[in-house]
C-alpha cells in the first residue's frame, strides 16, 4: 500500500556554491558555528537536549540536482503523553543547485534543522536556506500558474473571507463545488490563506495532485510513489511559479 509523500519546500540560497567541498557532516557542524541557533525554531533553542544526533549525507549530483540523505535523533513527546521518548528520522532532501529544494517525508520542525545545517555545512551561514513560506500572492501566482498548465483548483482553505453579509472566518471547500467560483477573487478577498490543493494532468510527462499550506509544507497525493524526476518536476514548478 503506497501512502501521501508530505514535503516542505525550502528556499532557494542566499549566496550560489557551485561545488561542494565536504560531502558529509554531521550536527556538530550546525552547533558549533556562531551564531547559528539564532536560525533555529525556539523549541531547539530553549531546549537543546531535544537533539540527541543529526547527519547529512550527499548521496550524488545528477544533472542540476543534488541528493541528500538525512538522519536525525531526537526527543519527542507521544501522542497524548506528557513524556519525551527518542526517536529516529531519516528522510531525503532534493536541491536545485541554487534553486528550491524540496524535503520528503520531514516535519516542519526536523526539514528546518536540515535547512540550518545545510546552509552552514554548505554556505558558511546559517541563514542561507529557510523553509519558503507561502503568502497570498505566492498563493495567487501558484494558482495562475497551475491555469496556464492546464490544472485546476481542487482544494481552497482560507480565513476571514470579506463577503457582502459580512467576514465569514473559515472558508473550506474541495472538489466539484468549486466549479463556478472565481478562485482569484476569493483568494483576494481573504485575509489568509491556509492550503490550496491542485491538480495539474502534465507537469513533466506526469499527472499530479498535491495541496500547499502556507507554512511551505505540504502533500503529494498523485503521483503515488514519486521518483526523483518527479521530485525534480515539483521543484522547477515552485520556481516557475513563484520566481524566488
Do not use: C
Amino acid at each position: 500500500m503506497s501512502f501521501p509523500k508530505n514535503f516542505v519546500i525550502i528556499s532557494k540560497p542566499r549566496k550560489e556554491v557551485h561545488r561542494i567541498e565536504k560531502k558529509h557532516f554531521g550536527l556538530d557542524v550546525l552547533m558549533n558555528f556562531p551564531g547559528a541557533w539564532r536560525a533555529l525554531n525556539r523549541k531547539w533553542v530553549e531546549n537543546p537536549d531535544l537533539l540527541k544526533a543529526g547527519e547529512i549525507k550527499l548521496l550524488s549530483e545528477i544533472d542540476e540536482f543534488r541528493h541528500f540523505l538525512v538522519k536525525i535523533k531526537y526527543l519527542r513527546k507521544g501522542i497524548a503523553s506528557k513524556h519525551f521518548f527518542e526517536d529516529d528520522a531519516e528522510f531525503e532532501l532534493w536541491q536545485h543547485i541554487n534553486g528550491f529544494s524540496l524535503a520528503v517525508n520531514a516535519t516542519e520542525d526536523l526539514a528546518e534543522i536540515a535547512a540550518v545545517m545545510l546552509s552552514v555545512g554548505i554556505y558558511r551561514d546559517p541563514f542561507a536556506l529557510r523553509i519558503r513560506r507561502i503568502s497570498k500572492e505566492d498563493f495567487l501566482a501558484l494558482v495562475r500558474y497551475v491555469k496556464s498548465l492546464g490544472g485546476v483548483v481542487n482544494i481552497l482553505h482560507l480565513r476571514w473571507v470579506r463577503t457582502e453579509k459580512g467576514i465569514l472566518s473559515t472558508f473550506k471547500i474541495s472538489g466539484k463545488t468549486l466549479n463556478g467560483f472565481d478562485i482569484e477573487k476569493l483568494i483576494e478577498a481573504s485575509k489568509r490563506v491556509t492550503r490550496i490543493g491542485f491538480h495539474i494532468p502534465n507537469l513533466g510527462g506526469t499527472e499530479f495532485n498535491f495541496w500547499v499550506a502556507h507554512w511551505g509544507g505540504g502533500t503529494i497525493y498523485i503521483p503515488q510513489m514519486p521518483e526523483r524526476h518527479n521530485i525534480w518536476s515539483l521543484i522547477l514548478f515552485f520556481e516557475r511559479a513563484l520566481g524566488n
